[in-house]
């Protein structure tokens, strides 16, 4: 059994300072200090006039010497007392910044003990109606909730070296105040940030307005002003100082239209600088074209090949990925759209990878990934699976040029996780973003906006629904491919989806596709256990919910039409393997993925992708209620 210990609040340091009122204290200090060196000043400027008034040798001199002394003590005691206020201001706002990270991750770790317990009970759930392990529930046994749990200790650990560190640098300067040596006065560091000095942080404070700890937690419209009114150079000593900000500016990302005009407006030499400068935000910016955030992306990468052995197994098990992903097709390689090396503290990268010109092609699909498939363990497949659905694409509409996205920037989860909706609920936010951001790119570009096109898998159906209830702008298509149910806690209408309704090659209906192999057996009891809404009434289990509102098309294999069936759920097949292998028959046997070239499913999937509806084999079944009623969602 392993000895690693789940992380607690109490790990985090204990900050009793009211900051609030002690930076008060300390600003009223430092004023009358200013006053108190004043009244000396004044005190010399008066006694100067006396003497032409009263010239009286043997009291004159003696007076003035006194009058001197005690002007110039007065001088003195003003300064200390001045820096005495300018240490205790910093430390006040230094603390103040610290005891937001602290709350910050005492939230974070109250949330990821809440996480524990959850998958707790699912697992004894589990073991007690579906016939799983026996075995107490270990998290230790699970990869990413070992991962967080290490990356909250990490976190914890270094708010308690930060605080320590703060308390004596305060400490040594008032000591250096009290000694008399204010003329090399080490003031504290304002950032709590290791490594950044007090003068470094004061001056991208002058700039940016903002110490770099505080932009840690800034909001997405101070973000964009950052970018709107900060130099280069000034851009790359913050996140030399705070590396972090990149992954706010992930989570919280500026209006990517408003982007748009701003990069628009650059001169080619001040984008030149930004990419070089900061290529860990600008590679990941909604409204940069994607040539250039491709650029950006591609020189972290290699700065981060050329560190690799200092890296985590992660992160260089995202690198071998990525390379893969790249690199597989020498004819069609991709392009690093998305590359995020260093997110959730190195244990869960993202990235994404484009195949095609997606700032030019005639039609853009961002395909969403279901359980399992992060950057670290599937990219290399899920950027596979997205080449053959370019390539199929390009066959059944030969006449226009087509991009399609693997996206593996959110935390898919693992077998537990994925009966949960949290992590799909987390990753509908940034993929939203992502959606509205090709709209406002191509915006701004001479080949005009493209079809937006949205495929998912298993879980990714889940999060993909909860993304497009945010989305600015409606989609051209939206297929779910193997769903593992729609979360009825977000969605309760597939109507509610910023889906365009039919045109004249789609029909009536809106544009929302649906497909379930019958010998895909995992779909189904991932949407049972979980409680969600299968798109897919025909494999749902029975006393289940169903949702409505889709039209669905076949994978089963169409002889005539020379297409194969799908025969498990993931998206490609085992190679080597003739029968479906796994849990539920999980992994497909060869060629019988979802994505699999010959396949049905990648057939269909490619004409409804592009509205190519005429080319759907078999054709196409509105989800309906049993007899046609008006209910969105139903009992089996």
């Not at 589990?126 to 799983?132: E, L, R, S, T």
């Not at 590396?243 to 005009?261: K, L, Q």
């Not at 069609?332 to 590359?339: A, E, F, M, S, V």
């Amino acid at each position: 059994m392993s000895t690693l210990r789940l992380v607690a609040v109490s790990d985090l340091p204990t900050i009793t300072l009211d900051a609030d009122s002690a930076s008060s204290t300390a600003t009223d200090l430092s004023r009358r200090a200013t006053a108190y060196a004043g009244h000396a000043e004044t005190l010399e400027l008066t006694w100067s006039g006396l003497p032409a008034a009263m010239d009286v040798p043997g009291v004159t001199e003696p007076v003035g010497v006194v009058v001197t002394k005690i002007a110039e003590a007065g001088s003195e005691v003003g300064d200390a007392l001045d820096a005495i206020g300018s240490v205790l201001v910093a430390f006040a706002e230094a603390t103040k910044e610290l005891s937001r990270t602290v709350q910050n991750l005492r939230d974070d770790i109250d949330r990821f003990r809440q996480l524990v317990d959850g998958s707790a009970d699912q697992h004894s759930y589990q073991a007690a109606i579906y016939g799983g392990s026996s075995e107490p529930f270990d998290w230790r046994d699970d990869p990413v909730l070992r991962g967080r749990n290490a990356e909250l200790l990490a976190a914890a650990a270094q708010a308690e070296r930060d605080w320590t560190a703060l308390r004596t640098e305060a400490s040594a300067a008032l000591d250096a105040i009290v000694g008399g040596e204010t003329d090399s006065l080490a003031l504290p560091d304002v950032s709590g940030v290791t490594g950044a000095g007090f003068t470094s942080a004061l001056g991208i404070l002058a700039a940016t307005g903002k110490t770099p700890a505080e932009w840690l937690s800034a909001g997405a419209d101070d973000l964009a002003r950052l970018l709107e009114t900060t130099d280069p150079e000034t851009l790359r000593r913050l996140l030399e100082a705070q590396p972090g900000i990149a992954e706010r500016f992930w989570n919280a990302p500026p209006d990517s239209e408003r982007v748009a005009a701003w990069w628009q407006s650059l001169p080619a030499v001040t984008q030149t600088a930004l990419v070089a400068a900061i290529p860990t935000v600008i590679g990941n910016l909604g409204g940069v074209p994607y040539a250039a955030r491709g650029q950006a992306n591609l020189s972290q990468y290699e700065r981060d090949m050329a560190r690799y052995d200092s890296l985590n197994e992660r992160q260089r098990a995202s690198l071998d990925q990525i390379t893969t992903a790249l690199t597989a097709d020498p004819v069609n390689r991709g392009t690093l759209i998305d590359y995020l090396i260093d997110a959730h503290g190195g244990m869960m990268p993202y990235a994404a990878v484009a195949y095609g010109d997606l700032d030019a092609a005639d039609t853009t699909t961002w395909m969403a990934p279901g359980m399992e498939t992060n950057t670290a363990s599937a990219l290399a497949g899920w950027g596979e699976a997205a080449r053959n659905l370019q390539r199929e694409q390009s066959l059944l509409d030969p006449t226009r040029s087509h991009a399609v996205v693997a996206w593996t920037g959110y935390v898919a989860p693992d077998a537990v996780g994925v009966t949960m909706p949290y992590a799909a609920r987390d990753g509908a936010d940034r993929f939203a973003a992502e959606i509205d951001a090709t709209f406002a790119t191509r915006s701004t570009g001479a080949a005009g906006v493209p079809e937006v096109a949205v495929v998912a898998h298993s879980y990714g159906t889940t999060m993909a629904a909860n993304a497009l209830l945010l989305t600015e702008h409606p989609i051209s298509s939206y297929t779910m491919v193997g769903s593992a149910g729609i979360d009825l806690g977000r969605v309760t209408s597939l109507a509610d989806l910023h889906v365009e309704n039919g045109s004249a090659s789609r029909g009536s209906l809106p544009a929302i596709f649906t497909t379930a192999a019958t010998r895909d057996d995992l779909a189904p009891f991932g949407a049972s256990i979980s409680q969600r809404a299968e798109p897919n009434p025909d494999v749902a289990y029975d006393g289940e919910w169903v949702i409505t509102g889709a039209q669905s098309f076949s994978s089963e294999g169409n002889a005539e039409a020379g297409l194969h069936p799908v025969d498990g759920h993931n998206p490609l097949g085992e190679r080597g393997q003739t029968e479906p292998t796994g849990f539920l028959s999980a992994a497909p046997s060869e060629g019988r993925g979802y994505f699999d070239p010959g396949t049905q499913s990648l057939h269909n999937v490619a004409a409804a992708s592009t509205g190519r509806i005429s080319q759907i084999v078999d054709g196409l079944t509105p989800v309906e209620t049993p007899g046609g009623g008006p209910m969105e969602v139903y009992a089996k």
